[in-house]
């Protein structure tokens, strides 16, 4: 069994996506899964283009974890066991593609390969996206009033999960009639998803695809809180990023002064944090527009290791637990990137920010109970 599981915010754009990638197998089947007001949800299924079934199930808790178990699993295996070599998922709009493959890896009776993990969306959409405040429930996105997910969230955490974004109009574009392709919107988007989304393909229209390239461990890799990705080249264009490591602990009064203008004009800001008010915790930090959270990942791994038996190859180690590893501080230390206009990112001010915010060699002396707590990490775990 073969599946491709296509995520995106608008139906227009994922039935664009999933149309091409019915065409990829000579035996597909396309399905394409919405949840609508009062826990319905609604199924339709496409082979060649053509329309022969169409159905609508009402769940008794209809969420979008509930949609894609009771739902969506339970499709991929029927059609499958009906003859056909592919099936396309077109997942409802908010569901993250990571969620739904693994709930396909526990939910199905049968072997499954992954061929490809897609995201589907409007570039010219993409800026407005990230600064968005609203909630997907108040952007009409889904229909559960319990999802506190922004746009910016839901796009950035799929960029991580997805091998593949595939860029057609929105529907929006298409409604309104609007001309997208070609337009410096457009450009200006496709652009920042280089930045974005620096690993996976961006297919357009007349653009070659390249199936059968998901690997679930590096997905897995990518998406773990506090983890570090920055594209091969972050000069050029209207959009960069810039990267900046510091190997002594953060001063918490002083970091917390600086993160506003750290995460100021950037569209995405991650990383990892060493603070000195809770030193042996690994923070990870994470800017999307207009908001911005940390959050404890565990202790680091020099920290978590027995004595004298810290080292890189333990298991568990992440790819840049390994790449950053100190002889005197292990995987302790500061990793933060941020994304956003080139005019609006100064390089040299932000590294020098985030320089100002290590503790100096004399404030290394002292013990580090000392600390004021103002990010309220100290019982991080």
Known sequence: MHLTVVSSLDTQCRESAAARLGQTHANSVVVLHDLLDG???LRRVYRNGQLFERETTVLEHGCLSCTVRLDVVPTAERLASCGFDHVVLGLPPGVAAGMAVGELRRGLSRPAVIDNAVLALDPGELDDHIWDRHTLFES???SMPTDERTSGEFLIGEFGQVDTVMVYPGLGAVLGGEPREGTSQWQLGVQLLGQLASHAGVIGAADAYRPGCFDDA???ARNRPGVVRVPVSDGGGSYRTVLHKVGRPLHPGRFREALPQLAAGTHWLRGRLW???APKTRIAVQGIGPRVWLESTGKWLADSAEPGQAHPGKAGADVDSVL????????RGTVL???GLSEDIDAREFRGLLDGCQLTQAEMQQ??????DPLELSDAL
């Open 39 to 41: 826990s319905m949800v």
């Open 140 to 142: 009409g996105f889904t």
């Open 218 to 220: 590096e997905a897995a």
């Open 275 to 277: 603070i000195a008010s």
């Open 324 to 331: 950053d590893w100190h002889p005197s501080r292990g995987d």
């Open 337 to 339: 990137a941020i994304t």
């Open 367 to 372: 013990d580090f109970g000392v600390w004021d």
